[in-house]
C-alpha cells in the first residue's frame, strides 16, 4: 500500500510540472537551443540532452519548452535576444546528436537517415500584409555548411526548401555555392491540425512525406553534398518583430540511421 501511495503521488507530481510518463519522446540525442542569451555573450543559450532533460523534469524551460500532461512536448518561440552564428531568426529548437553532447559525430548522405514525427502548429503570428510568418517546423543541416532542408509552414500550408548548387561549376566546399532550389510544395493544407511527417535522406533522393502525401526531391547535386548533417525540429521562425511569436507541439518525434 505504501509503495502504491508513493507512485501516486509521484505520478500527482510529473503532471503537475508539465511531464508525462507516457511522453512518446526520447531526448536523450537531443540539444536545444532556445531564442534567450541569458549570459550575454551574443549567442543563443544551448542545452545538452542531460541539461535539457533535467531541466524538463523541474520544469524549468516555460514558456520555450516543456511537456503537457498528455505527453506532449510544447515550444513556444519568440524574439528573446538570442540567435545562432549565421541567423538572424530566434529558435525553441532540437538539435540531433547521434553522441549526446558531442556536435562532431554526425551522418552522411552515403549513410542516410530518416525523421519521423508527428506534430501540430498551434499558433503563428501574422505581419503587416496579414501573413502568418514562415515558420520552419524540421530541417536537415550541414555542419559547417547550410541547411539542406527546411520544411516550412504558412498560412496552414507547408513547403520544402532544398539546396542544389549555384552553378555545374560552383564550388561544393563552399557552403555559398548552395542556394535554394524550388519549393516542394504540399498540396493538402494541414492547417491547425496534427499532422505525421516522414523525411527519408540518401545519397540519391530526399522523400518528404506529410500525411499520405509525398514528395521527393531528385537531384544530381546531392551526388556533390559534402557535408555531414543533423536533424533539427521544433520553431525556428522566420521573423526578428518583438511581436511575433509562435508554438507547435510534438507527439512523436524520432531519429533513426541504418
Not at 500527482?12 to 507516457?22: F, K, T
Not at 524574439?79 to 529558435?91: E, I, L
Amino acid at each position: 500500500m505504501r509503495f502504491f501511495l508513493t507512485s501516486l503521488l509521484l505520478l500527482a507530481l510529473l503532471v503537475a510540472c508539465g511531464g508525462s510518463p507516457q511522453a512518446a519522446i526520447d531526448l536523450g540525442h537531443w540539444k536545444l537551443t532556445l531564442p534567450t542569451d541569458e549570459d550575454g555573450d551574443g549567442v543563443a543559450d544551448e542545452l545538452d540532452p542531460d541539461a535539457l532533460i533535467e531541466k524538463l523534469a523541474r520544469d524549468e524551460l516555460r514558456p520555450y519548452l516543456y511537456w503537457e500532461a498528455s505527453g506532449a512536448l510544447h515550444f513556444f518561440v519568440e524574439p528573446a535576444g538570442g540567435t545562432t552564428p549565421n541567423s538572424d531568426y530566434p529558435r525553441s529548437e532540437l538539435r540531433e546528436q547521434i553522441v549526446p553532447g558531442d556536435d562532431d559525430e554526425n551522418w552522411s548522405l552515403d549513410g542516410g537517415g530518416t525523421l519521423s514525427a508527428r506534430l501540430q502548429v498551434l499558433e503563428v503570428s501574422r505581419n503587416e500584409d496579414g501573413d502568418t510568418y514562415k515558420l520552419a517546423v524540421a530541417q536537415i543541416h550541414g555542419k559547417d555548411g547550410p541547411p539542406l532542408l527546411k520544411l516550412v509552414w504558412q498560412n496552414g500550408r507547408l513547403e520544402a526548401r532544398i539546396k542544389k548548387l549555384r552553378a555545374a561549376t560552383a564550388d561544393p566546399e563552399d557552403p555559398d555555392s548552395w542556394v535554394d532550389a524550388r519549393p516542394l510544395s504540399f498540396g493538402e493544407p494541414v492547417g491547425y491540425e496534427p499532422f505525421t511527417l516522414r523525411i527519408e535522406a540518401g545519397r540519391e533522393e530526399v522523400n518528404i512525406q506529410v500525411n499520405d502525401e509525398v514528395q521527393t526531391f531528385v537531384h544530381e547535386d546531392l551526388q556533390k553534398w559534402p557535408f555531414e548533417n543533423y536533424f533539427k525540429a521544433g520553431t525556428y521562425l522566420f521573423s526578428t518583430d518583438e511581436k511575433a511569436h509562435a508554438s507547435a507541439r510534438f507527439f512523436e518525434l524520432r531519429a533513426e540511421h541504418p
